[in-house]
């Protein structure tokens, strides 16, 4: 997987972000390891596609800098993903956890409208269960890529 670092950092970014705080040796191990993102984009593709037509003109962000950073970073991530989806390696739908419409929207999105859609989407754009990290960290290495894996 040639994303391996990018999903890495984006991984532990969202985690931070999620818990609030630095993360444990265990924790960070198990991040470290897991061969999926952990967030999952909230709005389908028309859902977005209609959002993005309707809020073009609106200048006035929704979202503070840190999440305004955090869904610039995942939707980033997911666009360059989406890509190679659409060139052909589509087995990396289930590694960002998006749909075929999803992957195509996102493919599609200049960095204007990635940042338009980070800023002004209230919240998060991107859904995340942080106990999965808890209880994942917990786990004997092997058990834990499992672990990760079910719970996707």
């Known amino acids: 997987m040639r994303h391996n670092e990018d999903l890495i950092d984006l991984n532990l970014n969202i ?3 999620g818990v ?7 924790e960070r191990e198990y ?4 061969p999926f993102c952990l967030a999952k984009l909230k709005p389908t593709a028309e859902v977005l596609r209609s959002f993005v037509s309707a809020t073009a003109e609106t200048r006035h962000p ?4 840190d999440v305004i950073s955090i869904n610039r970073d995942y939707l980033n991530f997911a666009r360059l ?12 739908m289930v590694m960002v956890n998006l ?16 940042t338009h859609i980070a800023a002004c989407w209230e919240g998060l ?6 106990t999965t990290i808890a209880r994942g960290a917990e786990l004997h290495p092997f058990a834990a890529l499992y672990h990760a894996a079910a719970l996707q």
């Open 15 to 17: 985690v931070r972000y």
């Open 20 to 26: 609030g705080r630095n993360l444990s040796t265990a």
């Open 31 to 34: 991040v470290q390891n897991l």
């Open 62 to 65: 929704k979202n503070s800098l």
């Open 81 to 92: 993903v989406a890509k190679d989806i659409l060139a052909g390696s589509t087995e990396e």
């Open 99 to 114: 749909t075929w419409d999803q992957a195509v929207l996102l493919s599609g999105l200049t960095n204007k409208k990635i």
């Open 125 to 130: 754009v991107f859904s995340f269960q942080s």
